[in-house]
């Protein structure tokens, strides 16, 4: 099995864990809260990297400045980015969230011709442009719908803030990837990095007691949906995330994102009976003809 055919595996792989992902993380908030939640979730993956140092799965990258460009990636893509999706999801929908990420690949291809020169033709920008309008649409879906507006608007806004962090966090990846920096090694450093950072905000927050309250109370079903979103989407997850960026164009492997929603809008209609409006049908089919518009004439330039 050649090296692109792993990374995409690992791809695969990645969507399947993120897409449950969204609806593991709504459903846990509702036993524990979005900062004790982060701050739990941290610790148990910093234990799970710290018990790798032996086998060589937390190495320190050499030089100053990989080091700190691997600090920045760590509190980028933990403290920041998964803090503002944790509070996002703590105010807004799975559904909306899916929707929202939909734009994902297409911010990280205008992140790829920005940083990485590569050309994005007039098509593919009007397709951007059309994606981008429908997300508009879904951030606003509270004040059509007069649903609890300033909530979940604050919500929505939280998750486009995400993705912008997530994207930044692509392009520092694909380049600690090239300067030889382990995938593994980044991921669990970016996780001991995001419980260095959450603790002391926690800690001023004045939430510790409540963390450690939190915990001891918390039912066995939330304590599982902790320990998926520290382990399996977060160390395995961003191990096997990295590692395909490593082989795979950042444009290419963005377009996986696109799988999410197979699996977190089921869950979310099904297992936290979500409702869909007409709001969220308008805003999914104008992203849906601007991403095919996009993707449509990048899947004919590679295929050149």
């Known amino acids: 099995m050649n090296r692109r055919t792993i990374a995409y595996l690992a791809l695969i792989a990645t969507a399947v864990i993120w897409g449950a992902a969204g609806p593991v993380i709504k459903f846990t908030l509702d036993g524990i809260s979005a900062l004790p939640f982060l701050t739990y979730r941290f610790a148990l993956s910093s234990l799970f990297a710290l018990a790798l140092i032996p086998f060589g799965g937390l190495k ?3 030089g100053k400045k990989t080091l700190g460009l691997a600090v920045l990636y760590g509190f980028l893509t933990s403290t920041v980015a998964l803090g503002l999706l944790f509070l996002g999801l703590e105010k807004t929908t799975v559904l909306d969230m899916t929707l929202l990420a939909l734009v994902s690949p297409l911010l990280i291809v205008v992140a790829g011709e920005i940083f990485f020169h590569e050309r994005v033709p007039t098509r593919e920008r009007v397709g951007i442009g059309i994606a981008l309008a429908g997300t508009i649409l879904i951030v606003l879906e509270p004040i059509l719908s007069n649903s609890e507006t300033i909530s979940q608007l604050t919500g929505n806004f939280l998750i486009v803030l995400y993705l912008l962090v997530n994207t930044a966090s692509v392009v520092l990846v694909k380049d600690l ?8 090694s980044l991921t669990n450093l970016s996780f001991v990095v995001g419980f260095l950072t959450i603790l002391p905000l926690t800690i001023f927050a004045g939430d510790l007691p409540q963390l450690v309250t939190s915990v001891q109370n918390l ?15 977060g160390n395995i997850a961003y191990t096997l995330w990295a590692r395909a960026h490593r082989t795979i164009e950042i444009g290419k492997a963005a377009i996986f994102s696109y799988l999410y929603p197979i699996f977190s809008a089921p869950l979310a209609v099904l297992w936290l009976k979500e409702k869909i409006t007409w709001q969220f049908v308008a805003g999914a089919a104008i992203i849906a003809i601007g991403v095919f518009i996009a993707e449509y004439r990048s899947a004919r330039r590679r295929s050149a």
């Open 60 to 62: 320190f990258p050499l």
């Open 177 to 184: 990837v090239k300067m030889g920096v382990s995938a593994v």
């Open 219 to 233: 039912a066995f079903p939330y304590h599982l949906g902790v320990i998926f979103m520290a382990i399996i989407s």
